[in-house]
Structure formats: C-alpha cells, structure tokens
C-alpha cells in the first residue's frame, strides 16, 4: 500500500484527462475524483481538456492551497500493476483475434452442395420444417428446444441454415465447438466461456391508422391498430454479454449493400473479442473480492489490534484511579494517626483496629502490591446467585 501524493496528484491532474491518471493508478475517474476532493486538489473543469485539442484556452490552473490535518488515503501498488498487466494482456489477445480476421483465416470456405450436412445444421432443419408451428410473427418454432437457435420464417430458413453453417464451420476450424446448453441456447466455448449466439429475423412493427370520422383532422381522429410481419433481413446476434462489454458489437445485420453472409468473419471474431471480454470482467471481479478480502482481514487484524489496546489503556486507567485512591487513603491514615495519638487511652484499641483497616483497603486498591488482603467486599458477586 503507498499513500496518495497531494502535491503529484495536483500535477497530474493538470497535465493530463482524470481518465488516463485513473487507468495509471487502477481505480475509476469517480474515484479518483473522490480522492482529489478529500485532499483538496483542484481539477480542471468539463471541457478543459476538448478545448485544449482545438487549440483554444482551457481552464485557469487553480493554485493549490495549504491544508491543515491532510488525510492519509492510501493506495494498492499491486491492484495498479495487475490492471496494467491485465490491460497489456487484454490488448494483446484482441490483436491475435484482428490478425486472424486480416489474415482470412475467418472467412468460411465456399459452400459445397455434395459435403455432408452439418449434424447440428441437419437436426435444426427437422425441426423448424413444420409450417404449422408459429408464433404471432410467422417464426417459425421448434418441436423442441435442441436446435441451434434460428428464428426465421419459413421463406429464409434455408438461408438462415446456410449462414449458420458457415459460422459453425469457421467456430471449429479454429477448434472452438459449437453446442446446444442446457436452457436450449447455442454456445461456443471460447477461452472457457460459453458465449450464446443465433441468427434472427427482424420483426418490423406496423402501425394501421383508420379514420373514425370523414374529415379527421389530427390522431384523435384515428384509430390506431398495431401488427408485426417479418422483414426478410437476418441478423447474427450475440446474446452472451456483461455491462464491461458495452462498447462491443453485437449484432450484425442485412443492409442495402451487405448480406449477413459477408459478415460472418467478423461476427466470429465478434464472438472472440466478447469472450476475452468477459473472461476479463471476471478476472477483474476476482482480483476485486480477493482485494476486498485482503482489506477486509487488514480491517479485522486493525480491529483487534485497537481492541486490545483499549482493553490496556482501561486496565492501565483503572490501575492509576487505584493507585491514587489508594495513596489518598494512605495519606488520610497517616493524619488520623498523628490525630488519633492526642485521644484518650481507652480510644485508642478502636482507632488503632480502624487504622489497620483503613492500611488492608489502601493495600486491595493498590496496583503494586502482589498478594493484597482479603475483604468481603470481593464476595459481591456471590449474592448474584442468592
């Protein structure tokens, strides 16, 4: 654990975006805001850094102010490094997958009529053939969920079926399989993640308007009637996904100019990059609960170290409150003595059995004495169980 540099921080933070100084320390820019507001650094303002790129005049640098009482706020040297590590990793694994996709090692190979049909591409076929099995939107529905996942209507199943097997074709090639999960969902299992895909048909929304009245003059005139009926456009999807994945495509679709059949080598290296991605996500929530369990048992070692010293400082408080207690009722003993000596001789048994007493009790409170005296005053706690 190192602790934040103020001064530095104030440095940085005017020399470069909070993004890149949060990425260089391992935390988020939330955080590292957080962290120049508890240390009192200031931070140029939004827009700071976009005026600067077009060669305008950003913010003025705000000076840094003396403060009294600076908190201590540390930080994880190791959390800095395997972030950096995992950044350097990652970058590198999304360069194996665009040298794979610059090099057509992803382009599906032209279709063959006289190869053998895919098993899966074969098995999914029989079961979407069916034309009496469809939802509201004419898609075609399985006789049961153990097919690849193609929602299509029955005039582009073939098509659908065909771009399918030229996505399980390349998957294999490079020796990634292509099965059917548990919840009837198609995966392939890439860098030990099962990442779920299929093919879909786009759904348009069709919205009927009919006049209630002979001269309608605005939508309360209308009434409105709302259907659905497939488009003819396919679209490769990737469904597996986690909100660190964000920025990554998932869809791929028919356009004016492109089929989905084009498409295929990168929505496979689709499927790669978001496989890195997520088994990056679940590296980083891994190294972030083991550094929550290692704060957590520092937390816990801090908690018992402060416990037990507590527990000395009552004790040590407790001794002193009997010490001078104690040294109080020797010093009153001594004047009753001296006082005592001036009484009558029959008085004296008496004040002399109480000057006794008074030494016993002087002597229990005191800290420094090992074997003290006994009193009844130590059996209170028997009459608890009177």
Known sequence: MERYDRELLYQQVWEKPMLKIADEYGVSSVALGKICRKLGVPVPGRGHWAKLAHGHSGARKLPLTKMENVPVIYRSRQSEQARKAAAELKGAAYSEVGELLASGALKPSAIDPAAK???????????????????EHGILLPREPS???????????????????????????QGLSVEIGQNGATVSLIHGQQISFGIEERVHKVVTKTPRVPNPTDRW?????ISYEASGKLELLIYTSTWESGSLRCKWSDAKK????????DFVAGLMRMAIAIQRADEERKRRQEEEQAREQERATLRKMIEEEEAKMAELNQ???NWEEAERIRQFTA?????????????????????????????????FVRDKPKSVLDRKNELRGW
């Open 335 to 367: 004047a009753y003595t001296a006082w005592a000596a001036s009484r009558p001789a029959e008085e004296q048994p008496r004040r002399l059995a109480w000057i006794e007493w008074a030494k016993t009790q002087a002597a229990r409170l005191d800290p």
């Open 258 to 265: 492109q089929r989905v059949e084009n498409l295929v080598p």
């Open 117 to 135: 049909i895919h098993p899966l591409i074969r098995h999914t076929a029989s079961l979407l053939r069916s034309q009496s099995r469809k939802d």
């Open 319 to 321: 001794w002193m409150e």
């Open 147 to 173: 097919g690849l996942n193609v929602k299509v209507t029955s005039g582009m199943l073939d098509r659908a079926l065909q771009v399918m097997a030229q996505v399980v074709a390349v998957l294999e090639a």
């Open 221 to 225: 005139d209308y009434d409105e009637s």
